[in-house]
């Protein structure tokens, strides 16, 4: 007989964090605002590394929540795809978390720290729910929840600059036009039929593909959704939004937001239309393609460009976000797996690279590249940290970007898409150029003569090392990260709700 944990593990992968959050603002104290909301995560993390083993041999957990079966009650689903979703999704909050607690002294206002923690563990739960819910409008509902949540923790960085608080703005209209798109698309698949259960449309949906309503609802989904993943240009909230929110909530948001929007377009393209749906083939190759091309080369460019090093990877991540979609683009297992095994990577490395230059940013005030001349004497730990993390953005054997980029040049090859594979080995040098202007100065240009600064502290160093060693790791050793991936994409390719076994949690159907 299973246990109350394992039984109940879906929804206590969200309720717990979403009880947090009340809690860190009835106690009104930040020491203890820490420790629930890092409790609340670690536990969601335990509970989604749980599940992760549960499923990842293509068993299918339903939990109907109240005991009303689905499509009439609400439904959590949990498969390969997104119990990895939110197995990446929890430990890059429960790591950030424990960065926060020193980073954010120097950056937001201690009167405000209580509120950081409660938005915080809000926006995690959000998140969290997106990517668990089998239920179209829920989706939505998490969306709004984390969402909300994003805007209030970008603005807490007008402490350091005010230019947080137009990031937030537009981070907010931008965000509330996507989310605004996505409802209403949900409203016309509604009205199409008569359902919002993610497995029940995907049964419906094929019998009246034909219609315009279908295909308003598709498009007017992609077009949400696209603006929440950042697909190129549809991306102007996210440089801002990384660049002057608080160290640990770029962290956060570079590791895992656009990744939970992106598996949402992946869950509704491949599980919900399915890919014989023959408006989704055409959308792919004439739209989501070419500005995936695009965002590789042209964000990369930017990147190249910029002296604030916050946002010269905000713009590389916009660039990332084209190699998931290239993957999701070339229509094979090995393609999704890509996407799926670069969602991976590029969280436990882009997280990384946003730790320690939020170290830099706690000692010495700035994330200029000018005022980071010599670093690499002073803050050795830190500046091999952005080495190493660099390496992996562009994706150098040994580290887990070089898996990803491999998997996404065989899946182009697969295809006979050789040119495809080309522009990604192209794209990726792009790459070098900017991470080299960052180790010039890290190491080749000498500091200030009164500069002294010295290394950042444990605090900081333990959980950005944590995900640099994890980036060489799955480097070396891909097999996990792959086997998963590749379940999950055959699952995602083969419609995405059938499963090997379906296993019911729950109170017992009404």
Known sequence: MLSFFSAHSPLLAIVIPLLA???????????????????????SFALSVFMLLWVKDGTVLSYHIGGWAPPLGIEYRVDTANAF???????????????????????????HHTLFYACFIMCFTGLMGVTITGDAFNIFVFLEISSLSTYT?????AEKDKRALSAAYDYLILGTIGATFFVIGLGFIYMATGTLNLHDLSQRLPEISDSRTVRAGFALIVIGMGLKVAIYPLHRWLPGAYTYSPSAVSVFLAATATKVALYVIIRFMFSVYSKDFAFEAITFQYVILPLALIAMFA?????????????????????????????????????????????????????????????????????????????????????????VGGLSLIGIPGTAGFVSKWVLMSAAFEREWWPIALLIVASSLIA???IWRVVEVLYLQAP???????????????????????????????????????????????????????????VEGR
Not at 92 to 107: D, P, V
Not at 153 to 157: F, H, I, P, Q, T
């Open 21 to 43: 959050a009340p809690l860190c603002m009835v106690f009104g104290n930040k020491s203890v605002a820490f420790v629930i909301s890092f409790l609340a995560a670690a536990a």
């Open 85 to 111: 979703v939110l197995s990446i999704v929890s430990a890059i909050g429960m790591l950030a978390l424990s960065y926060a607690r020193t980073s954010i002294t120097t950056e937001i206002n201690e009167k």
């Open 153 to 157: 923790l970008v603005a807490l960085g």
């Open 299 to 387: 964000a990369a460019f930017v990147a190249a460009y910029q002296i604030n090093i916050k946002r010269m990877l905000a713009y590389s991540s916009v660039s990332q976000i084209g190699y998931m979609l290239l993957g999701l683009s070339i229509l094979n297992v090995e393609g999704v797996s890509g996407a799926f095994v670069h969602m991976f990577n590029h969280a436990i490395t882009k997280g990384a690279l946003f730790m320690a230059i939020g170290a830099i940013v706690f000692r010495t005030g700035s994330a200029l590249l000018p005022n980071m001349a010599g670093l690499g004497k002073q803050m050795p730990w830190t500046s091999a940290a952005i080495v």
């Open 432 to 434: 070098v150029v900017y």
């Open 448 to 506: 200030a003569k009164e500069s002294v600064v010295q290394e950042a502290p444990l605090s900081l160093l333990v959980p950005t090392w944590i995900l640099i060693i994890a980036t060489i790791v799955f480097g070396l050793y891909a097999d996990f990260a792959i086997s998963i991936s590749t379940t999950a994409a055959e699952y995602i390719m083969q419609g995405g709700f059938g499963g090997k076994e379906v296993i019911i949690l729950g």
